[in-house]
């Protein structure tokens, strides 16, 4: 069965901090993305990844920086959390091919207070 | 201006109703097309995809594409209260997917 997990369901954190939300996908996928989902407005590209140590902006990077170190594993970092920042955040990832099916992660509720 | 157009609901019908969700988009380059299936508090999930014009049917859902008006349908047929989610349709015709909003689907008992 096909697998992305994220680090947490429910994060609460203050205006300032630091914040590193962790996927990972056990299906050799090349691609990994973050999306953010707020009501009225969808999921919103943050950032996407291609291949290990590449990264590509999406359409709402203002704010956030992504890691990839290793193929499996994709993170989003907060380098300083903001209340606007609250939301659903979506991690997904997909093979390196035409049709490219995502598959998406259980999401991360992010608070900040 | 927006590659996907939804409308965001929400649509609500009674058990057994048949059910049409649409989207538009504006580029005419898109190949593949998509509908995800997003429960409350889960990630969105493939439902169905289907490449260039025509029809797909699965059981109960059958995607349409309209290329010539850049129109995709997913119906439901005998729709069912687990058929209640948000759904969406993703293009697929650039390599990074775009998402609209989704229509949130509501089928009462």
């Known amino acids: 069965d096909v697998k992305v997990t994220q680090s947490s369901r429910y994060l609460v954190k203050r205006t300032g901090e630091k914040v590193f939300l962790e996927c990972v996908q056990d299906?050799?996928?090349?691609?990994m993305f973050w999306y953010r989902q707020d009501p009225g407005l969808g999921l919103r590209l943050i950032y996407f990844?291609?291949?290990?140590?590449?990264?590509e902006k999406g359409d709402i990077p203002e704010g956030y920086s992504v890691s990839r170190e290793k193929k499996e594993r994709f993170s989003l970092i907060l380098e300083s959390a903001s209340t606007n920042q609250t939301s659903m955040y979506l991690c997904?990832?997909?093979?390196?091919?035409?049709?490219?099916?995502?598959?998406f992660g259980p999401g991360t509720r992010l608070t900040v207070l | 201006q927006k590659e996907v157009e939804q409308d965001p609901g929400p649509l609500s019908v009674p058990e057994g109703a048949i059910v049409s969700l649409n989207c538009t988009y504006s580029?005419?380059?898109?190949?593949?097309f998509m509908w995800y299936r997003q429960y409350s508090r889960k990630g969105p999930e493939l439902l169905m995809y289907?490449?260039?014009?025509g029809n797909k049917e699965d059981g109960r859902f059958t995607a349409q594409v309209d290329k010539s008006s850049k129109y995709i349908s997913l119906f439901i047929r005998d729709s069912q209260p687990s058929d209640s989610a948000t759904y969406l349709c993703?293009?697929?015709?650039?390599?990074?997917?775009?998402f609209g909003r989704g229509t949130s689907l509501i089928v009462h008992p």
């Open positions: 580029n005419s380059a898109f190949q593949y």
């Open positions: 990844s291609y291949d290990v140590k590449m990264k």
């Open positions: 993703p293009h697929r015709g650039s390599y990074i997917p775009t």
């Open positions: 299906m050799d996928h090349e691609n």
């Open positions: 289907t490449y260039s014009s």
């Open positions: 997904a990832s997909s093979r390196q091919v035409s049709y490219n099916e995502q598959f």
